[in-house]
T-cell receptor, first 113, second 113 residues
Framework: DAGVTQSPTHLIKTRGQQVTLRCSPKSGHDTVSWYQQALGQGPQFIFQYYEEEERQRGNFPDRFSGHQFPNYSSELNVNALLLGDSALYLC????????????FGPGTRLTVT | RKEVEQDPGPFNVPEGATVAFNCTYS??????FFWYRQDCRKEPKLLMS???SGNEDGRFTAQLNRASQYISLLIRDSKLSDSATYLCVVRTDRGSTLGRLYFGRGTQLTVWP
C-alpha cells in the first residue's frame, strides 16, 4: 500500500522564478491538502483539493495555485518566488468524510536564492 | 491570535524522566484534536488523537479540556528515541465537511542518556 509520495525531494530556485511541486495521495484517498513549513514553525495550511476543485484556502497570496487531477494527484505552483518562500512543502492526503486523520508525504524542500 | 499556541521549548530531559507538553486553541468550535510527532527534516506523523475522557497509549497520555480549550501530552519513562518535535494539532470545520488542520509551532524534546 503506497503512502503519500512527493516530488522532487529538494529544489533550488532563484527569486522571480516559478516552481511546480507534485503529490500522489495514499491509495484510496481522494483529498489533498498542501502545507508550508518554515524553519522552526509548524505547518501552515495553503489549500485543499477535492473533486478537482480548491475547497479551502489558507492565508496565502494568489502566487500560490494548485490543481488536482482525475487520479487524485495534485500539483502546487508558486509564481514569482520570493526568498521567504523557502520552506518544506508538505502534501497530506485523506478520505473525504474521514479527514480527521491526514497522512503526510516526505515533503519537498524548496530553497529560493 | 493564533489558532493553536504551543510552548516551543526546547525541553531537555534525561532518560527515564516524565515530561509534559501543553497547548491551547482559540476556536471553541474545533472538533478534533491530535498530537503529531516530527523527526528532524521529516514529515509529521500522527502520534495519537486526544479525547475529553483522556487516552493512553503505552507511555503516552493525552488529555483534552474543552472548557479551558487546553490540550496536554504526558510522556513517562522517556527514551532516547522520543527525541523529536511534538506538534499540537486541531481540526476545525469552517463551513466545510472536509475539515482543516491547524498546527502549533511544535515543542522540541531532547532526551539525553
Amino acid at each position: 500500500d503506497a503512502g503519500v509520495t512527493q516530488s522532487p525531494t529538494h529544489l533550488i530556485k532563484t527569486r522571480g522564478q516559478q516552481v511546480t511541486l507534485r503529490c500522489s495521495p495514499k491509495s484510496g484517498h481522494d483529498t489533498v491538502s498542501w502545507y508550508q513549513q518554515a524553519l522552526g514553525q509548524g505547518p501552515q495550511f495553503i489549500f485543499q483539493y477535492y473533486e478537482e476543485e480548491e475547497r479551502q484556502r489558507g492565508n496565502f497570496p494568489d502566487r500560490f495555485s494548485g490543481h488536482q487531477f482525475p487520479n487524485y494527484s495534485s500539483e502546487l505552483n508558486v509564481n514569482a518566488l520570493l526568498l521567504g518562500d523557502s520552506a518544506l512543502y508538505l502534501c497530506a492526503s485523506s478520505l473525504a468524510g474521514q479527514s480527521y486523520e491526514q497522512y503526510f508525504g516526505p515533503g519537498t524542500r524548496l530553497t529560493v536564492t | 491570535r493564533k489558532e493553536v499556541e504551543q510552548d516551543p521549548g526546547p525541553f531537555n530531559v534525561p532518560e527515564g524522566a516524565t515530561v509534559a507538553f501543553n497547548c491551547t486553541y482559540s476556536n471553541s468550535a474545533s472538533q478534533s484534536f491530535f498530537w503529531y510527532r516530527q523527526d528532524c527534516r521529516k514529515e509529521p506523523k500522527l502520534l495519537m488523537s486526544v479525547y475529553s475522557s483522556g487516552n493512553e497509549d503505552g507511555r503516552f497520555t493525552a488529555q483534552l479540556n474543552r472548557a479551558s480549550q487546553y490540550i496536554s501530552l504526558l510522556i513517562r519513562d522517556s527514551k532516547l528515541s522520543d527525541s523529536a518535535t511534538y506538534l499540537c494539532v486541531v481540526r476545525t470545520d469552517r463551513g466545510s465537511t472536509l475539515g482543516r488542520l491547524y498546527f502549533g509551532r511544535g515543542t522540541q524534546l531532547t532526551v539525553w542518556p
